[in-house]
């Protein structure tokens, strides 16, 4: 027997509360609020939140909404809907005779022919609305709108978790609510240098936008045949950004594009960031092949913190897959795994334990090159133990290591190392998890040093050493 619409919205309010009071991310329970109004309500749903000039609304989670309808522009908090500054419900039986619809020929084309959108209130004053695009004409009962509103309230729950450190005390402005916005982002975006932008924006505040709107640019009958969507739109400029890192002669065709956009929509301000610009700024966040620029004695950035980042984040999950069932000991071999193990177990969701080796290198000439001189705090018998390297060279180091472990009768012992420059190995070591696998040459930074410099260094680069001293360690 089907369930009634009252037991329906029951079950779907118990699971929403449940996952708002968890300790998942804030963005995983605003996902889970929008799907679940979404699936009662037989409707898209779109939680869209105010942006720190509290101007605009911007779509942040989605459910059941095509991609050029949450792309169609940004919504003006004024002339959209209007329960924003209302802080009540709204109603739009029918969207397609509606002044209060910004985009009414978006709206058509999306299928929508009802509306209704139910503020956000955060510490008595709207932050945003749940909205729900339903396909068919929809009378909204009293029982819908308590339905939206109890998601709303979920909403703002969930956003006040997050930003409770910062609205303590006299401060119960909606500004301080933006910033936290930005952890609320689930963003995927289409090319490293993206990330790397978003990044320095995030670092001066800035705060910006991913890709929210398409720019029809020539239609053919209906159909929109060329289209433009800038990368970012960074609401406190009220200026869109597109990045180009191809080479400086393939950018004429965007150019174009640009210019033809420029003439269409004259009230727009996009500006383009060429790649000498870009590579610029992030010398000067120190990244991207110009980064020496800052960085003394450095030849060449290796892996720059972004990509390091993504990096660790993949290495990391698959540790927390594999480990799923048993609690790892990670064991690091100083000094060098510092920085990779930092960020590794910020990113395993796993429980786990730390500990670390000290180890020092006798002359190279002698046999037994390796010596231990911190040995492990904790018990590593019957233990799953995972060893973590900065850099594995010869192997000689792990494959010392390895045999110390052995001996101590662990439960299981795997190996994971940030870099693996697997042309000079002498020694064969398995290796379980590998960051990246370098080149023959010698690398700093990131914890990795040349005589204790470059360790504090937020990428891997190749640095300046005199030819001869190329081999030292
Ligand atoms: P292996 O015993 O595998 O030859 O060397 C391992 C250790 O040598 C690493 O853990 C690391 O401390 C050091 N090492 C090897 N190659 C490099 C390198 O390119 N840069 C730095 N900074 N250390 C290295
Ligand atoms: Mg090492």
Redesign the pocket.
Known sequence: MPLTKEKEYYKATRRAVAIVNSSVPAKEKLDAIARATARCMESGVSIVLLDSTKTKLIHNFSWGLPKFFLRKGLLDVHKSLGEVPLGQPVIVPDAGSDSRIQFPEMAAKAGIVSMLGVPVMLHGSAVGSVRVYSRKHFEYTNQDIAFVTAMANLVALALGSTTSSQTEGATKDIKSVAPSLRQLRSVTFAHPSERDFANILDFYDIEWVYEPRSFPLKQEDDKITEMFTPDFYLPGLDLYVELTTMKQGLVTRKNRKLRHLREMYPDVKITLLYKNDYDKLLAKYGGGPLAQTRAHGIKRVLFSATEIADRVQLVAQQISKDYASRRPLLLG?QR?FLCFMADLIRCITVPLDVDFLGISYYDRSDDAAVKITKDVDLSVTGRHVIVV??????????SYILGHLKERHTASLATCTLLD?RVRRLADVPLDYVGFEVPDE???GYG???KEEYRNLPFIAIPVIRKQRAKE?
């Open positions: 071999v060098g390297e900065d850099i594995i060279d010869t192997g000689i180091t792990l420059r010698f690398v700093v990795l040093d040349y360690k």
